[in-house]
Each structure stands twice: as structure tokens, then as C-alpha cells.
């Protein structure tokens, strides 16, 4: 059994950071790419930024040059650095592991909210 459990959200002032944890319980068998998603009220969940193998390979343009994602594989944790937050960045966000060919292996967690805010 997989599970994703996200850390680390809450309110941060705008131009803030934050770091959010996503620890992996279970094993996940082959190559997958760890992602982050984020929904914001009244929108569309979307892809915010994809790790694989290699490093990072995807962040959307609204979040490029400030959010940074890695991954520990001795922690079996995915992180998610967010520097220079803005009011727009406010949202639930979500870890996501997808296996890189066989993408029924798709795994969720519960997501965490990050409220950014005076």
C-alpha cells in the first residue's frame, strides 16, 4: 500500500518561502515521476512542477525561478521549495507519484494548503 503525506503548508506573508514535504510510505516498483500539483479555489487542479530520474524536468512559467523541486531518496522524500510567494500561489497543493510509462500506477496524498496572505 502506497501513501503520500504532505507537510509543511500554512499562511506565509507575500514574498515569503515555504517547503513542503511529501514522504512516500510503501514501495513504488520501477521509475516514477514525483510531482506537485496545486488547485486554487474555483480552478483546475494543474502540474506545478515534475521531478524524475535525471532532476527536475517540468515547472509551470508561473513558477519558474522561484519554486524549486527535489527529492531524498534515503528519506523517500519529495520537497517542494517556494521562495518569493505571491497572493496567486495561494492553494491546496497536492504530491503526486506516476509511473513514467504505466500511468494507472498513480498515487495521491490528502494535499496541504498554503495561504498566502498580509
Known amino acids: 500500500q502506497v501513501q503520500l503525506v504532505e507537510s509543511g503548508g500554512g499562511l506565509v506573508q507575500p514574498g515569503g518561502s515555504a517547503r513542503l514535504s511529501c514522504k512516500i510510505f510503501?514501495?513504488?516498483?520501477?521509475?516514477?515521476?514525483k510531482q506537485w500539483y496545486r488547485q486554487a479555489p474555483g480552478k483546475q487542479r494543474e502540474l506545478v512542477a515534475t521531478?524524475?530520474?535525471?532532476?527536475?524536468?517540468y515547472y509551470a512559467d508561473s513558477v519558474k525561478g522561484r519554486f524549486t523541486i527535489s527529492g531524498d531518496d534515503n528519506e523517500r522524500t519529495v520537497y517542494l521549495q517556494m521562495n518569493s510567494l505571491q497572493l496567486e500561489d495561494t492553494a491546496v497543493y497536492y504530491c503526486?507519484?506516476?509511473?513514467?510509462?504505466?500511468?494507472?500506477?498513480?498515487?495521491w496524498g490528502k494535499g496541504t494548503q498554503v495561504t498566502v496572505s498580509l
Open positions: 503526486n507519484a506516476r509511473h513514467s510509462i504505466y500511468h494507472a500506477l498513480d498515487y
Open positions: 521531478l524524475a530520474g535525471v532532476g527536475p524536468v
Open positions: 510503501g514501495d513504488l516498483y520501477g521509475s516514477y515521476f
